[in-house]
């Protein structure tokens, strides 16, 4: 199935898609008019649709079908990390957790982050892209960048997860995680969490995980934890 992004589907059941998608449809697809293409507007919503207009500037198609919620999960994950200085990593990461399952990612500045700043309009178009590649009909939100203290005095998921180097009594996600559950995961800089803000966590209800012996890169740490949050809810 080949999916196409179109966020302003309203009532209508004539469809204009934007130049990107049209000239993909059109020009390296080649689809012609008559034939059935997917869209979605990320919302859990979709769309089977006929082509009505193969025009490399502007594709327009009819709505025959419309799903709605489709493959929506009962739980959700919100990530929250820290982004990583080589920023090809933290993109890596989008793309493998969007085509996993993922609700929402806050990116955090923490003490010793060594990246303070992101382009949010560049990483939403690679959690686009994932999300169409994988089909997916929920695009995930990315939030600003947020300072760590805000981010923690704000906490509602049901399960709250810090995972961290420090000395300490850790748990296993799959000890503490029941089916269903929302949880947010936390992961901090190639520095770690600061002492004190491993002491902020717990006081916010966070319990501190381990993810076994090995030392994990920040990124592959939070792609690890979040396989942990969808296998356990198979």
């Known amino acids: 199935m080949q999916l196409f992004f179109v966020p302003q589907i309203g009532n209508e059941d004539i ?15 080649r689809m012609k008019e008559g034939e059935e293409i997917f869209l979605t507007d990320g919302r859990g919503n979709l769309f089977t649709c006929k082509l009505l207009e193969a025009n490399p500037k502007k594709c327009s198609a009819e709505i025959i079908k419309k799903e709605e919620n489709y ?9 929250a990390i820290a982004p990583t200085k080589n920023m090809n990593r933290m993109e890596w990461l989008l793309e493998k957790i ?30 686009i892209s994932a999300m169409k590649q994988s089909v997916k009909c929920f695009k995930p939100k990315l939030n600003e960048l947020t300072e760590y203290p805000s981010f923690i005095g704000n906490l509602k998921e049901e399960k709250k997860y810090l995972c961290c180097c420090s000395e300490g009594e850790k748990i296993y996600i799959k000890d503490d995680y029941l089916k269903g559950q929302n949880a947010v995961i936390l992961i901090g800089p190639e520095g770690d969490f600061s002492s004190e803000e ?3 966590a717990q006081n916010a209800g966070c319990r501190l995980i381990t993810l076994g012996q090995q030392r994990l890169r920040t990124e592959t740490a939070a792609l690890y934890a979040v396989s942990n949050i969808h296998f356990l809810n198979q």
């Open 15 to 29: 469809i204009t898609l934007d130049k990107e998608e049209s000239s993909h449809i059109s020009k390296v697809l």
């Open 71 to 79: 493959q929506k999960s009962n739980y959700k994950i919100h990530l």
């Open 198 to 200: 491993v002491i902020q």
């Open 98 to 127: 969007v085509e996993e399952g993922i609700d929402e990612i806050t990116p955090i500045v923490t003490e010793h982050s060594e990246r303070r700043n992101i382009n949010t309009e560049r990483l939403n178009k690679i959690i």
